[in-house]
């Protein structure tokens, strides 16, 4: 759905990372708010989350990597309220003039700005891809920090076959491809349970397999 992320946790990478989103946000938006229309597993298993978040009835969902907020709305239209978040202030000016009902903030996923324990869901599509892979337990940590006991974390990535994660010459910035194996084994050692996974084939004009993992914060 979305292919690309904000959390590069050298300074200079931040920045370059940011300026470069920053500078491609009207062509991305351009080219995604509608591209779920199209995608009816993602579409599916996004109701499957929203109806999981709802049941528990532990917070909000927060949208994180939300670009311009596409997928943001088209959560909080399943029933749980939910609010965006991205690095890239062009990407949420956007989202702020598609969306203006919405709540749209600036942050990254290494430090949120939210107290422990207050998302009923977390978001996080095609968000960690550029996260150098040393780096993803910390973004894991921050993700089961921000859940309520019970929440549910959906994540999506480009998936690759190898046990090592892979790197791949994205159009933005440097990124990785991850074995869903690998980053299941990775969400468990942060403390998820593993509730189900999508691993679908590329469509026409996608490299690569594109992967889901639905997790429970226990």
Known sequence: MRDRVFTVNRPSALHDTKTAYDAVAPLYAELFSDVLDSLPMERALLAAFAELVQAHDAGPVADIGCGPGHVTA?????GPTTFGIDLSSEMVALARR?????????GSMTDLDL???TLGGVLALYS???????????????FQRV???GGHLLLGFFAGDDPLPQEFDHKVALAY???PDALADLLRRAGFAEVA???????????FQQAHLLMRKP
């Open 128 to 142: 960690v891809i550029h996260t150098p892979p040393a780096r993803l337990p910390a973004v894991f940590a921050e």
């Open 147 to 149: 859940l309520a006991p």
């Open 177 to 179: 491809r991850w074995s």
């Open 197 to 207: 996974r999508l691993l679908r084939e590329p469509r026409e004009g996608e490299r």
């Open 98 to 106: 598609a969306h203006p009902e919405l709540r749209f903030d600036e």
């Open 74 to 78: 088209h959560v909080h239209a399943l």
């Open 115 to 117: 107290a422990d324990g």
